[in-house]
């Protein structure tokens, strides 16, 4: 696998996606990294995946910039998290397990919660 910080990121995601069978898309645009769920309930899935990312440490709301500031060390972690937590999300998904597993509400999109 290509080094993360090179567009590994999406070589990344696309194995931990076809091992988990996670049905999403990510972005194509090295180094940064989106994800879109196909998912009923798209925004319970990433509310679910923010949440099982910041469990572990990680603020991603799905997306990844790689940057010059990310070390090694930060990106294999990263990397780490990431093969931890897409099984998981394909557990819950088989399971149709997303939406109970939430420990608050599904997430908002834009800024629509401000008005």
Request: proline letters at 7%; charged letters at 15%.
């Amino acid at each position: 696998m290509p080094p993360i910080a090179l567009g590994g990121t999406q070589c990344l995601l696309t194995v931990v996606l076809l091992k988990t069978a996670l049905v999403q898309s990510a972005a194509p645009l090295p180094p940064l990294s989106s994800l879109r769920f196909n998912y009923p309930n798209a925004r319970a899935m990433q509310t679910l995946h923010c949440q099982m990312m910041l469990d572990r440490g990680f603020l991603d709301n799905c997306g990844f910039y790689a940057t010059c500031a990310h070390t090694d060390d930060i990106l294999d972690s990263y990397a780490n998290v990431v093969r931890d937590v897409f099984p998981a999300l394909g557990d819950a998904q088989r399971q149709n397990r997303v939406e109970k597993l939430l420990r608050g509400p599904v997430g908002h999109s834009g800024f629509a919660r401000l008005t």
